[in-house]
Nanobody, 124 residues
């Protein structure tokens, strides 16, 4: 069983930066493909970013490319999402997710483990 705990969400102004963290326990992080998803009020949960086990490969949704960076520290069992130039449309609950079985993917159904989410609010 894998437990994921997100942190770092808060209220910020448009244009500011924020870094989210996801602490994993239960399995060695290096065995897990990790992803970040988000869900805005009244909208479906959507893919944001994913990173391969060795951090060689990363994927991003188009709306965050060039602004967000996903990274991982396997020694600390932690994954990060650095978010720069935040916009009001980035407001959402951000979820960390993990899976063991597949390659790096943006497909939500492939992820087996989910955190409880952390709220990011961007005020314009």
């Amino acid at each position: 069983q894998v437990t994921l705990v997100e942190s770092g969400g808060e209220l910020v102004q448009a244009g500011e930066s924020l870094r989210l963290s996801c602490a994993a326990s239960g399995r060695t992080l290096s065995s897990l493909v990790m992803g970040w998803f988000r869900q805005a009020p009244g909208k479906e949960r959507e893919f944001v970013a994913a990173i391969s086990r060795s951090a060689v490969e990363s994927l991003y949704t188009d709306s965050v490319k060039g602004r967000f960076t996903i990274s991982r520290d396997n020694a600390r069992n932690t994954v990060y999402l650095q978010m720069n130039s935040l916009k009001s449309e980035d407001t959402a609950v951000y979820y960390c997710a993990a899976h063991l079985r597949f390659a790096t993917t943006r497909e939500m159904t492939r992820y087996d483990y989910w955190g409880q989410g952390t709220q990011v609010t961007v005020s314009s």
